[in-house]
């Protein structure tokens, strides 16, 4: 007699991890936790303009957070590691996406398609190689010091000075910035229609919200090494 075998179902987390709505969704999360992130940054960034001892005291700081629970830098360490697998996530997303879109060209060419949304994808896909070139660039160069042999270990105030005197490493951070800054305008309005607050009213609103944030963020980022390069900041 013969018995029946029953066929395993795969999990919902792995059904949703293979869909495109899924990866859509990860690449959504992910990319809001980022943009926090940014934010928080360059605000922190910022601070330069207040002078080297509230600076180097800021920096200082943030490897205090979380005293007494947690032993110095932990902090530091655990938001590097969560900036790591967010970052991870995004781009394999992103890749699989990709891939998935090109096998789909052909009928996509077919039936014709919105010049807006190639140049969008053609910018989110290049923007984001541009950026995560920028990113192994940024911690070999300010976080430890590997790229700027001016800077000095303690010092990040001095380090940044230091950096910006070097008119490679001004054309770099602002290329990289201007790629961030479509990045998230594109970003940001893709991340609305994939969770669905993109609606009749709000539609407009976020276009426009996602243009002022790329653009803030950009020259809130760029404006320290235009500082250096100005004099404005030594």
Known sequence: MAVA???ARPSTTRTLWSSTIGKKAVMAVTGVIMLLFLIVHMLGNLKIFFGAPDFNAYAAWLRTIGEPVLHRSWY???????????????????YQLARRDLRARGRRYAHGGPAGSSFATRTMRWGGVIILLFLVWHILDLTTGTLNPLGEAGHPYQNIVADFQNWWANVIYIVAMAALGLHIRH?????????????????????????????????????????????AVH
């Not at 590097?80 to 996530?89: A, D, N, Y």
């Not at 993109?198 to 235009?226: C, D, E, H, K, Q």
């Open 187 to 231: 970003g940001v309005w893709s991340a609305a229609q994939t969770l669905g607050a993109n609606g009749p009213r709000s539609g407009p609103i976020l276009r426009t919200a996602s243009w002022v944030l790329g653009l803030v963020l950009f020259a809130g980022f760029v404006t320290v090494p235009v500082a250096v390069m100005t004099g």
């Open 5 to 7: 075998t029953r066929t």
């Open 76 to 94: 530091l360490w655990v938001q590097r590691v969560g900036l790591v697998i967010c970052v991870v996530l995004h781009a394999v997303c992103a």
